[in-house]
């Protein structure tokens, strides 16, 4: 099992940016496949990004064209810029890793997670 720490969250008006990182225990370039997740007061956890070991990238209709995800071998570490962040990207993210190279939007197929990390958008 990997251990992931995120950091990056905070509070920020309607419109901002911010940039989330998820550190790995472990490398991870070469057979895992990294996502991050959401989950809002109330609501079930959802699928926002993920990225493959080839590098294949895959995003929530919510958010396509306002975040990005990358990943920096070297360092171990994933991203998410967050850009014209709304009120309802309000959630804890989560940083998840599947250790397999194939793509996933299902919680349930992640094997390691990180403690979250707390997005507030004000309107």
């Known amino acids: 099992q990997v251990h992931l720490d995120e950091s990056g969250g905070g509070l920020v008006q309607a419109g901002g940016s911010l940039r989330l990182s998820c550190a790995a225990s472990i490398r991870t370039a070469s057979t895992y496949t990294m996502g991050w997740f959401r989950q809002a007061p109330g609501k079930e956890r959802e699928f926002v990004t993920s990225?493959?070991?080839?590098?294949?990238?895959y995003y929530a209709d919510s958010v396509k064209g306002r975040f990005t995800i990358s990943r920096d071998d070297a360092k171990n570490t994933v991203y998410l810029q967050m850009n014209s962040l709304k009120p309802e990207d309000t959630a804890v993210y989560y940083c998840?890793?599947?250790?397999?190279?194939?793509?996933?939007?299902?919680?349930?197929?992640?094997?390691?997670w990180g403690q979250g990390t707390q997005v507030t958008v004000s309107s």
């Open positions: 998840a890793a599947r250790a397999t190279p194939y793509y996933s939007r299902d919680t349930t197929q992640y094997d390691s």
């Open positions: 990225i493959t070991r080839g590098g294949v990238i």
